[in-house]
């Protein structure tokens, strides 16, 4: 194992979650562990993984077996939008009561699908466990299974107790689920039927800010259908028909890699990794889509493509790009291979990446992070506020790339922010994205409020006792 | 396309669609946060600790901090003692805050961890507290939860260690902005009563930028003072669902006579807090209260016109809802949809007294109305569509109904994630009532002008 960060502010046994660049010999991380009891933890829950995963299947019913609270706190809270039904955007819970964690929920689940099924028009329904069901007991199989067969419509058991995993586990139940979905145990395996267009599944992009309908529309533009995306604005009759794609192009590798694979298993589609974020990213996906399918015509268009929208794009990116130079950028995302992506972006626009955390990385995309930053760059996994505080305070960053959580401790620092999750308001994949990530960037860093933390630490009167170390 | 709800009322028995709750440990985060250097402590998966401060976040754009026990899978079979004496080890170790306060969550309570034992075993540093608070989901809502965190401190830290009651008040504010507690204790200053107000989450999520990140901000309720609460001549309970529990165990305990009062929206409930006040503690109401209520008087009827005869749909907290119904009433305004997500009782207390408060209210003035505790807003919005509302008030889940039925909406409570500066500004006292007038007139104004033909735009309204 690596030496350790030194530091009595961090908590012993996570100092084996942190390096940085060029002090260690070995750059081993360790990650993927769970969290230390007693921690401010970041790090979200399986059915928030797999939630995330599913949420985006617009016209299903998702069902959350539970006692309330985590039907609330996920309702309507991710950004992905929708071209068809907004069923989606509906909490529903079976909001257990004490009698039911303690004689079973199983009747009070069976009669939440009877009642919701008899109102809304779903063809469709997604019941998710959350801890207390997984303690006690209840069948979600049977239930299921029950229900399908007396409404006659699919209904699928997602297996997201909170406490088997962390967020990783969840996203692998949601691609159980999906599996379930495309292929039913017991029905025949569907038939692969050639289509003369060439097709791609587009997993791991959710649509969040209409990002997928970018992407779809590059697609097609070199002759590729989007078969089905998974998930950003999929529907139950388009999930069904993955098995016809001749390729699957993967987004985010942490939620679909599992997916992927068992559909190359299972159907014969190959995969391929993909990223559309900034521009080189974007040229490279798409050139290695054309070059899979091996078509001169497709490879042409691409080119055309790429030249086309990089020179719409570019003078604006200078633009940013001028005025960011030299600015550094500290990032904590969700995934690995986001988190590397991000690294590559901001570098198009004169921006270090001086600390790079990410929740759920994994081993290989660490290594892979350490090989493309820079010396001295912190890097870490599953960090608490004071870990990020130090970091971003210790190397002087000007700006977080984070969730949630993560945007009011970087604006008491009086440090800019970006967010790169599900809050995202405009989309930041292919060549507008690049675009609206520069700006968005560039709106935050160099907006004007900063002025007033930054010399006199907000209020007037106590100037130098809270003013902000040199930046 | 957002409107997924049917006209026709169902009965349902199957759960909540669009819930107009959350469960009990985010309330007793929040209540916790109201400590001074107090890190809340969620005992069970990471996964709800991780929603719990996201929602607080989206709720009040500040950093909340709070640290959980982990739970895996281990824990959830052989129970989660030893997670939580590792969490409160480290706790104090990394974050070295005064208080550590507990709350479970739905998980280790089915497990059924036995918190008070596993607390008294485990190591906590010289002068350093660990108090705590039951709060399993399946009963009550986030409401039960933040009275059950405030009665956690009174069972942990309020004694009676004085001869003679001491000639101050302690004021349970209830689940409600640091803006308005700031103006609850403005109220008590400036009429000179010495007060300890727990929780207090004023100085805490309403901090100011210092350019610095403090892991426990300048504000909160000091141990000490809670201690004395013991010591008060009374406690002040506002708000029967959040407050009252709290305030009773305290009687129990230090025979500190406890008032409850509702949550004072509105002109009626501030006068009877004032009034209270005023009677228990000999003192003058000075003229600067007098000089806010007559402003608001004057502007409630200065634009009463504006309201008269206006249906209103109320949803949100009980104890908010109560005063916001009281209160647009006393403008001349109709409510005739009431509803909380928080089941009717307090844990203990008399069953009903949200329907039967309201339901009094509207008959005081001659009305009758849809009263409903735990319901949900597809129950509301059913209801809406059954009887339509010219306004409709509550927190931001209310926007998919406002749109879908394209009524005027102003946003009160919690969560209000969509729009920002709420928690600095009371819907409290005098002034928060002024607030109130200002947002509903501007609700309903703005719509007139919106849906006014050029012939009719008026200037001056
Ligand atoms: S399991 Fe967690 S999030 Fe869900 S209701 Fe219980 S405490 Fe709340
Ligand atoms: S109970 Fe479990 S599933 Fe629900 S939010 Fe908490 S950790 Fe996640």
Redesign the pocket.
Known sequence: MSTAVPNENLITERQLSILVKGRQRKNQLKCDAESIAGCVSQR?????GARVVLNPVTDAIHLVH??I??AS?TWDIRGSLSSGSELYRNSFSTDLKENDVIFGGEKKLARAIDELVEKYPAELVFVYS???VGVIGDDLEAVCRAASQKHGIKIIPVQ????IGNKSAGYRAACDALLRLIEPAGEPRPVKRLNPVPSVNYLGDFNLAGEAWIIGDYLKQIGVEVNVVFTGDSNYRDLKKAPQATLNIMQCAGSMAYLARRMEELYGIPSMQVSFLGLDDTAASLRNIASFLNDPEMKRRVEELIRRETAAVKPQIEHYRSKLLGKKAAVYVGGGFKAISLIKQFREIGIDVVMVGTQTGREEEYQTLHDISDDGTVILDDANPSELERFMTEKGAHLLVGGVKERPLAYKLGVAFIDHNHDRKHPLSGYVGAVNFAREVYSTVCSPVWKYTREIGGGLFAAGKNALPER | MLDCTPKELIERTGGMINPAKTCQPIGAMYAALGIHNCMPHSH?????C??HRSHLTRHFREPVMATTSS?TEGASVFGGGGNLKTAIKNVFAIYNPDVMAVHT???SETIGDDVPTIIKSAEVPEGKLVIHANTPSYQGSHITGFSNMVKGMVTYLARATAEDKKEQVNIIPGFVNPGDMREIKRLADSMGIKFIMFPDTSGVLDSPMTGKFHMFPAGGARVDDIRDAGNSKLTLALGYYASSDAAHLLERNCQVPAVTLKTPIGIKATDELLMLLRGKFVREIPYELEEERGQLVDVMTDCHHHFYGKKVAIFGDPDIIIGLTEFVLSLGMRPVHVLTGTPGATLGGPKGILEKEIKAMLAASGLEGRVKAAGDLFELHQWIKNEPVDLLMGNTYGKYIARAEDIPFVRVGFPVMDRSTHPYMPIVGYRGALRLVEMISSALLDRQDRDAADEDLELVM
């Open positions: 979200a829950c399986v059915y928030c539970g006692p609270g985590c706190y959350t801890c207390v997201s107790s909170g406490f | 069970g998966s990471q996964g709800c991780a929603y739970f969550t739905c998980l």
